[in-house]
């Protein structure tokens, strides 16, 4: 019998090169975290009022603008920071 291999869609998309990493993993990081802060920013400030997904919207896209630079910047520094203070498998 043969085997049949099922794959949707998104598994058979074409990966980028394991050497994107370093700069995937932080866009991928900026726009959740600055989604998430940005909201709960905005909620604070300005409430649930009229317009409020603009101006959520408009404070997301200009975190994000200094976010992503600001994560590709010190992710060396945060690394060598975990390594001092993790112990690393010998």
Avoid at 14 to 23: H, N, Q, S, T, V
Avoid at 24 to 44: E, K, Q
Avoid at 73 to 82: A, E, S
């Amino acid at each position: 019998m043969k085997s049949q291999k099922h794959t949707s869609s998104a598994t058979s998309m074409r990966k980028l090169p394991a050497r994107y990493a370093a700069f995937v993993m932080p866009f991928f990081l900026s726009i959740l975290m600055t989604c998430i802060i940005s909201l709960i920013s905005s909620l604070r400030s300005v409430g649930l009022v009229d317009h409020f997904m603009e101006i959520w919207m408009g404070s997301w896209l200009l975190s994000w603008i200094f976010a992503f630079p600001t994560l590709l910047m010190v992710l060396p520094l945060v690394r060598r920071l975990t390594l001092l203070v993790v112990e690393t498998p010998q």
